[in-house]
């Protein structure tokens, strides 16, 4: 499909599975090569992240474990700015890497306050591995270590993205084409 209607928005393809699947596939291959030995915990964030974690999960071939949490941040197509824990991670991470797992990073905000929460817990390393990264929106400074691709300020779907908590199911990833 070339472009999908979604409540009131139609969105056209931006960027499709298979450009998405080489560059997860990459991301897998440089944490691979770079976290070798460390039995890292991948901590994916919910509900975004879950395609994106279980694709990069098929690639990763050191020992690892994975957990997730859910953080909300977003009404209707852009940040609230105001991060909500959701259900939190119950694995203990002290003296641990940890490879936080996220579909998109655009203002920084949710990044920023679970990298804060995750940090109380004194892991031994803290990574971002993220599919998207918007550098034009970021309002925090982070270091983003693993990232699949970066992109324009659009509002995207698919993937595991959402508009009001549709279009997750898309293989592709859409840009919105009416605001």
Known sequence: MD????????????????????EV???????????????????SVLNGAFMFTA??????????????????????????GIVKEVIGLNEDIEGRTVVITEDIVDTG????????DLEKHRPRAIHIASLLVK????EVPLDIRYVAMNI?????????????GWGRNYRDIYTVCNE
């Open 3 to 22: 472009t999908i209607r979604i409540k009131d928005k139609t969105f056209a393809v931006s960027i499709p599975e298979a450009d998405i699947q080489r």
């Open 25 to 43: 596939a990459r991301v897998a291959n440089e944490i691979n090569r770079d976290l070798d030995g460390q039995n890292p915990l991948f901590v």
């Open 55 to 80: 694709d990069l999960m098929k690639h990763i071939t050191i020992p690892c474990e994975i957990s997730f949490v859910k953080l909300v941040s977003y009404a209707g197509t852009s940040s609230t």
């Open 109 to 116: 905000l949710t990044m920023q306050r679970l990298i804060a």
């Open 135 to 138: 550098p034009g929106k970021l």
């Open 152 to 164: 324009p300020n659009d509002f995207i779907v698919g993937y595991g993205l959402d508009y009001d």
